[in-house]
């Protein structure tokens, strides 16, 4: 196929500050292009950054350029910071992400195409592993340890480990949240092996069920893997869904929960 080849060409010879450019003219045909810094850095995962600083104030012309005058100053300067995890995508994938972040900019629907194929990549099998192993040795996590003021988790993990498990389940590192979060009621970290369960729970009129309810979920976790497939990602999959049909009181939990 030639001619998707060479359709391709000027994609791929592209540095990063070009497709940036290019989509920006894309997105913004009528506006002036800013001045732009595009660069990769060692974050702990794989998020991206945009940021417009505007303004003519911040525009660093040097000596060389004050000929140009007032008029090609005004643009601003568009900083991006990606992670270095994607330092090695094919540049397919970087335009893809010049239009999700582009769009987020300016509040501009991102096509359905893009999000789809950077979805894509993120999802592979090699790409996580790196992100995974990255996340592993970057990452600073902070685990509280299992003894709250209220409940040990490591009691309570033992009791369900029993109950449901046959007792066979390795004990992940166990930690309370920092802050006592209603939003994330608890989470199992695979790059830390860490179950980290809110601290809301750790209080004497927090009935013991709701803390092993959370606690069995994110045990579920453990045992039942992400699903990744294609773009895709399944956290609760269906067999992780009946398992957690087996808990009893469930509905009761449910009321707990919403009591919270
Ligand atoms: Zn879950």
């Not at 003894?147 to 046959?166: C, I, K, M, P, T």
């Amino acid at each position: 196929m030639p001619d998707a080849h060479s359709l391709q060409t000027s994609l791929f010879f592209e540095t990063p500050e070009e497709i940036y450019a290019r989509v920006f003219r894309e997105l913004k045909p009528r506006t002036a292009l800013p001045e732009l810094q595009v660069e990769f850095c060692r974050f702990a995962n794989a998020d991206s950054f945009i940021r417009l600083d505007a303004g003519p104030a911040m525009t660093t012309a040097g000596p060389a350029m004050t000929g140009a005058g007032p008029a090609m100053t005004g643009a601003g300067r568009l900083h991006v910071r990606m992670s270095d995890l994607l330092a090695g995508a094919p540049a397919a994938v970087l335009e893809a992400l010049a239009h999700i972040l582009l769009g987020k900019l300016y509040r501009k629907a991102v096509p359905r195409l893009y999000s789809h194929r950077y979805r894509l990549y993120l999802n592979r099998k090699d790409f996580r592993r790196e992100a995974h192993l990255v996340r592993q040795t970057r990452g600073r996590k902070f685990i509280s340890g299992p003894q709250g003021d209220h409940y040990n988790l490591e009691e309570v993990f033992e009791r369900l480990s029993a109950q449901f498990f046959d007792g066979l389940m390795g004990r992940p590192r166990l930690g309370w949240s920092r802050t006592p979060s209603r939003s994330m009621l608890g989470h199992f970290d695979p790059s830390h092996n860490a179950i980290i369960i809110s601290r809301i729970f750790d209080r004497p009129q927090v009935p013991a069920l709701a803390v092993e309810y959370i606690m069995f979920h994110e045990m579920l976790h453990l045992r039942y893997p992400v699903d990744h497939n294609g773009a895709r990602r399944r956290v609760h999959t269906r067999e992780f869904r009946e398992a957690e049909k087996k808990f009893p009181q469930l509905k009761e939990v449910k009321e707990i929960l919403k009591r919270l």
